[in-house]
């Protein structure tokens, strides 16, 4: 499922930035055919480190879904 999510106004992060989430929320917008779909709303985070993807030793079994 897509999820779009919604960062404070003039707020830019570099692509896989890895941030925590201090205040945010789950809301829903409605789509041009009339689906409701999830946002994800944030209104304050950290940044932690950024995170290269390319570089972990992930496996499918790593990962909680």
């Known amino acids: 499922m897509y999820v779009s999510v919604q960062l404070p106004k003039n707020v830019e992060l570099e692509n896989k930035t890895n941030i925590e989430i201090t205040k945010g929320f789950l809301s829903f917008y ?6 409701q779909k ?13 995170v290269n ?12 879904f």
């Open 30 to 35: 409605n789509s041009k055919d009339g689906s």
């Open 53 to 64: 993807v390319d570089e972990l030793d992930i496996t499918k079994s790593d990962l909680p």
């Open 38 to 50: 999830l946002k994800l709303i944030i209104m304050d985070f950290d940044v932690d480190q950024k």
